[in-house]
């Protein structure tokens, strides 16, 4: 596995270096528009854009960029046939122990981002986020399985079919998940509206049931 590792040494650290700074490159422009449309950018907006860049960068970046230094090599050394059987990765977890827990839960977990970033930043339904879901997971792995899309001679990275399964169901996962969490914030943030708007209205309609007592004095004491 080390060995493995070893032949894609170079491009892994060179897209390690050039993640930020492009994630960065890529913000800017966005930014821009926000700026264009609404006349404003908020902090917090401009960090969910900038992080919705460095994840999709980091999809590019763990799923395809680390290439082999030396193709023509590493195609005469290593054979990848795709694994086309259904659930192949998850009934080989009692053979593979830890190493086929890994892989499920990276291959889910990788893709509960997607999930929240669409909910946080579109108004799409669920149904579109599985379909975003299931769509980039396609061209992942039929990246994968091509060497991407013929740019390499052979393919250098694994196609399998559970990783388009498990990423889309990541994918409604975190949907799913950021859904709820924006339930809770409601409900955690209408009761204290709730108590703002009772203070207010008990504030405003203090004064005049004073000067209603007052009035009322003073009727009194005149007859």
């Known amino acids: 596995m080390f060995e ?16 930020p700074v492009v994630a960065g490159l890529c913000t800017f422009p966005m930014l821009v528009a926000q700026y264009r ?10 960090v969910t854009i900038y992080a919705l860049m460095l994840y999709l960068l980091a999809l590019v970046l763990f799923t395809l960029y680390p290439v082999p230094d030396n193709p023509a090599r590493f195609c005469a050394d290593y054979h990848l046939a ?14 593979e122990g830890l190493r086929a827990i890994f892989q499920v839960g990276m291959n889910l977990l990788f893709f509960v981002p997607l999930g929240v970033f669409i909910r946080s930043l579109t108004s799409w339904r669920l149904s579109a986020a599985l379909l975003v879901g299931l769509s980039l997971s396609i061209v ?22 559970d990783d388009i399964m498990l990423n889309t169901v990541g994918a409604v996962i975190g949907f799913l998940d950021r ?3 924006g339930q809770r914030e409601t409900e955690f943030t209408q009761p204290e509206s709730q108590n703002s708007t009772a203070l207010s209205e008990s504030a405003s309609s ?6 209603a007592s007052a009035a009322s004095s003073v009727g009194s004491s005149e007859s």
């Open 206 to 211: 203090a004064p005049q049931s004073e000067s």
């Open 179 to 181: 859904s709820r969490a």
């Open 140 to 161: 992942i792995e039929t990246a994968q399985l091509t060497g991407a899309f013929g740019l390499y001679p052979c393919s250098y990275r694994l196609f399998d079919v």
């Open 37 to 46: 449309r609404f006349r404003r950018v908020s902090i917090p907006r401009a």
């Open 82 to 95: 795709p694994q086309l059987m259904p659930f192949g990765s998850i009934t080989a977890i009692p053979h």
């Open 4 to 19: 493995l590792f070893g032949k894609f040494s170079q491009s892994f650290m060179l897209a390690l270096v050039a993640w």
